[in-house]
C-alpha cells in the first residue's frame, strides 16, 4: 500500500523578507533621513513670492493673505488654502498660487470691477457684476450707474448681495445699456414700477420690466425726435409703450 505523498507548504511573503529584514531595516531608516532632510533643508524653503495680475490690491496684502510660510519646505505647504485666502480679499475674483523648483511661488489674480453703486438706508457700496462688495462708494465712484435697492443695513466688504431688486436693476441697465440708454439712477416706485434718471437729467418711467427690451428701443428716437424740435425733455412716459408721453421742463422766466 502506497503512502499519501505530503503536501508541500507555501512559503508566506514574510517568510521570504525574513532573510532581509536587516537591509529592509537600512532601507527604511535611510529614507526616513532622506524625507527629513529634504522637510528641513533649507534650499526648499520659499526665497520668492511674485504677484501678477493686481492693480488695485497691493502686492503685500496679497502676500499677507496668503500666508507663505518663509521657514518652511515649500512642497509641504497647501496652496490651494493659500489661494483661497486671497480670494477672500474683496477686489480678487480669482487667484492661484504655483510652485516652482527649487522654492520660488508665484501668485496670480485677478481682480474685480467696479460696476455700480448700490444705495441702502445707511450709505452707499461699491459692487461688482457678481454684486459683490469692493468697498464703501466714494468720489472715485463717479460715473458708475446708482442702483437703489433696498433699506436695510449696509453690508460689509467681501459679502455677496442677496437683494433680488439689485440683481433686477443689474440686468435693466445693461438691457438700457444696449439700447444706447446712458442711465445714471434706477430704482422702483412703490408699485414695482422701473424708473430711471438718465445722465442728461430725463426721467424714463418705464412700469414693467417683462417688455423693457421693446420700450428700450423706442427711447433713442423719441428723444431724438422731439430733442430736434427745440424743447427740452423733463420726462418719457413709457409704461404704455404703444402710447408714450413726453413731458416738457417748465420754461424758466
Not at 416706485?189 to 422701473?194: C, N, S, V
Request: hydrophobic content about 50%; aromatic content about 8%.
Amino acid at each position: 500500500m502506497k503512502k499519501p505523498n505530503p503536501r508541500r507548504t507555501k512559503t508566506s511573503p514574510a517568510a521570504r523578507l525574513r532573510p532581509f529584514w536587516f537591509l529592509l531595516l537600512l532601507v527604511a531608516i535611510a529614507a526616513a533621513a532622506a524625507g527629513y532632510w529634504a522637510a528641513t533643508w533649507p534650499g526648499f524653503f520659499p526665497k520668492t513670492v511674485a504677484v501678477t495680475g493686481n492693480s488695485v490690491v497691493s502686492a503685500q496684502l496679497i502676500r499677507n493673505r496668503a500666508a507663505i510660510e518663509r521657514r518652511q519646505n515649500v512642497w509641504l505647504q497647501n496652496m490651494h488654502a493659500a489661494a483661497i485666502r486671497v480670494a477672500q480679499i474683496p477686489y480678487v475674483k480669482d487667484a492661484r498660487v504655483r510652485r516652482a523648483l527649487p522654492a520660488s511661488v508665484t501668485i496670480e489674480v485677478t481682480e474685480r470691477s467696479p460696476f455700480a453703486v448700490v444705495h441702502f438706508g445707511g450709505g452707499a457700496v461699491l459692487v461688482d457684476r457678481d454684486l459683490r462688495v469692493l468697498g464703501e462708494a466714494s468720489e472715485s465712484s463717479d460715473g458708475l450707474p446708482v442702483l437703489i435697492a433696498s433699506t436695510q443695513a449696509v453690508p460689509v466688504p467681501g459679502v455677496f448681495l442677496k437683494d433680488p431688486r439689485a440683481a433686477r436693476l443689474c440686468d435693466d441697465f445693461e438691457t438700457l445699456a444696449a439700447a444706447h440708454v446712458a442711465a445714471a439712477r434706477l430704482w422702483y416706485d412703490q408699485f414695482g414700477d422701473l424708473i430711471v434718471q438718465m445722465r442728461s437729467g430725463v426721467q424714463l418711467l418705464l412700469g414693467d420690466e417683462y417688455d423693457l427690451n421693446e420700450k428700450a428701443a423706442l427711447i433713442g428716437p423719441i428723444l431724438s425726435q422731439v430733442g430736434s424740435a427745440g424743447k427740452k425733455i423733463a420726462a418719457v412716459d413709457l409704461r404704455a409703450p404703444k402710447t408714450p408721453v413726453v413731458r416738457y421742463a417748465a420754461k424758466i422766466r
